[in-house]
């Protein structure tokens, strides 16, 4: 296959990880005869100092006509006292709004040989393998009327939590189909004892669940969710739920495993190129010295093979070659432990590609 694949380094530790990404999907490409092409462009806090926006025009272009975008992290403190349309974020919210990125796919895996790296007991989770789908374009962070105003010599704030029932669907289908090639069971998550739009989410769960009678669904209470993801989180396979509800859920979920330089994350729309990066920002404290981990961003690499390529086996072949790696005692500074060899970022990629 020959496929075209955006890089947006953006800032920090990015342009260090996105290097190793590159370096492994060459390699992928190479031992299953694919042809990977790159498109670089400017993203965030870079963008903001070289042409004068975080979203250049140039890059929504290229993200566009490629078949799937790959990004390391945007922001740093250079920019923390920029106005709003002049900061590193606004670009990364900007592009996931040009390319309809809808749902948010947040894979939260035990490594056996980092399990003593969480601050749960190794029993509660040394079998946890759950993915979290995040409907995220609608909800409290985009409904309107949002704001504040003085009503009768008060001030008073609102937001609007809105949804459609199309948003539902799409975004409850997304999860069955990933079900479907998993174990088989979804979780919707809700607040249906109180919320309108949670009785509604209930209903359209239920209805889509018809079309897939091989997966189980099970509703789930959001604060129990909360509750359940540290007493039992191998309980679950894919959580769905809306947007506020996965924000929350999905950052205690990744806290699961104690470690944020191993968590990728995918956001994809309903035909255009899914967007893929880490889930941790830039780590402006490590950036530039060669510290930075880089598995987060190679599995965000492999999820881009997976979800956007169908390349199943290839995807595997880089997750099973991230296993060996920490199986073998190599970590980088953040996950190291007694007794393991601690490498450079480029040390780190060069003992991946040659598990791979
Ligand atoms: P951060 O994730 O950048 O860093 C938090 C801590 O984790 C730091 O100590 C950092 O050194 C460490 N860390 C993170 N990733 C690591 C890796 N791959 N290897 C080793 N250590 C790693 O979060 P922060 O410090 O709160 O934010 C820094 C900047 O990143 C801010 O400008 C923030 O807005 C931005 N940010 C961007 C994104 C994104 O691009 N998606 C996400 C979160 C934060």
């Not at 007991?121 to 979290?132: A, F, G, H, N």
Request: aromatic content about 6%; some cysteine; overall charge negative.
């Amino acid at each position: 296959m020959h496929k075209r694949i955006a890089i947006l380094p953006g800032d920090g530790i990015g342009k260090e990880i996105i290097n190793g990404a590159i370096r492994v999907l060459n390699a992928v490409g190479e031992k299953f005869d694919h042809q990977f092409d790159y498109d670089r462009a400017l993203i965030g806090g870079d963008a903001v100092d070289q042409e004068g926006t975080p979203l250049p025009e140039e890059t929504v272009t290229i993200c566009k006509n490629s078949d799937a975008v790959l990004l390391g992290a945007v922001g740093g403190p250079k920019w923390d006292q920029n106005p709003s349309h002049l900061r590193p974020e606004k670009g990364l919210l900007g592009l996931r709004k040009e390319l309809g990125v809808f749902s948010n796919l947040r894979p939260v895996t035990c490594f056996p040989d980092l399990a003593d790296a969480s601050t749960l007991k190794t029993e509660v989770i040394e079998q946890v393998d759950l993915m979290i789908v995040r409907e995220l374009t609608g909800g409290l962070y985009f409904g309107e009327p949002s704001g504040r105003q003085m009503e009768g010599g008060q001030e008073t704030a609102v937001d609007t939590l809105y949804y459609t029932r199309a948003e539902m669907e799409r975004i409850i289908r997304k999860a069955f189909e990933l079900a479907e090639v998993r174990k088989k069971k979804v979780t919707s998550v809700d607040k249906a004892n109180v919320l309108e739009t949670s009785k509604l989410w209930r209903e359209v769960a239920d209805e889509v669940a018809e079309e897939f009678q091989d997966v189980k669904l099970e509703h789930m209470l959001v604060d129990n969710a909360a509750m359940q993801l540290i007493r039992n989180p191998s309980q679950f396979d894919v959580i769905v739920t809306e947007n506020m509800f996965g924000d929350i859920l999905s950052d205690e979920a990744s806290m699961l495993t104690g470690s944020l330089g191993m968590l990728a994350s995918a956001s994809l729309s309903a035909d255009g190129p899914g967007l893929y990066e880490p889930v941790h920002g830039s780590a402006p404290d490590i950036a530039g010295e060669n510290k930075a981990n880089p598995l987060a961003m190679i599995l965000s690499s492999a999820m881009m093979l997976k979800y956007s390529f169908s390349m199943i086996n290839e995807a595997n072949a880089v997750e099973k070659a991230v296993q060996e790696v920490l199986k073998a005692g190599y970590r980088t500074g953040d996950i190291a432990q007694d007794h393991t060899t601690v490498l450079s970022t480029d040390e780190m990629t060069q003992k991946v590609l040659e598990y791979l």
